[in-house]
């Protein structure tokens, strides 16, 4: 799923004469538009701002093909993982049971997720998402249990409004 930022699509960028002129009104309006059940099923809510077409083609970053590599590794792990459940082969389709039972959080990164929780009021389903978020980060990164750092950017993830809205 993908949404604008505001009613023209423009917040946040630019400062010349293409900047967003909409008003708090209609960008509140806007954003409420998108329910807070709907918005606690998106896993991933994150910001891209505009990039120029000169950065575009500058060839930094990670490879591909690097990239391909770790989420394959990472797939791999999660069929191993799962390879004793019925129907499960991912994190994503991992029962908030599982997640927890296997290689889940370390005591450390399970107490800072709820205490995380409590703070910025996820619901049990959003708290499910992140959970199964930093299990997958935990997977790219080759780490066997969830750390609080993998807990903390898959709540970076979960965006500046926690349940409702995107941001």
């Not at 093909?65 to 390879?83: C, D, G, L």
């Not at 750092?149 to 995107?166: H, I, K, N, P, Q």
Request: charged share 25%; glycine share 8%; proline share 4%.
């Amino acid at each position: 799923m993908a949404a604008n930022p505001c009613p023209c699509g423009r917040y946040g960028a630019g400062t010349n004469g293409d900047a967003c002129k909409c008003s708090v009104n209609d960008i509140a309006r806007y954003r409420a538009r998108l329910s807070g059940p709907l918005a606690d099923r998106l896993d991933l809510r994150v910001t891209v701002a505009p990039v120029a077409l000169s950065a575009m083609s500058d060839g930094g970053g990670e490879s591909s093909a690097a990239v391909r590599a770790r989420v394959v590794a990472a797939r791999e792990r999660q069929h191993a993982r799962y390879a004793a459940l019925r129907d499960v082969h991912a994190n994503a389709q991992a029962p908030a049971r599982a997640l927890h039972g296997i290689a889940g959080p370390t005591q450390d990164a399970h107490k800072w997720l709820v205490g995380a929780a409590d703070r910025l009021r996820l619901s049990a389903r959003g708290y499910a998402r992140v959970l199964r978020v930093a299990r997958t980060i935990a997977d790219l990164d080759g780490a066997e249990r969830i750390e609080r750092d993998a807990v903390a950017e898959a709540l970076r993830f979960r965006g500046a409004e926690t349940s409702r809205g995107y941001p």
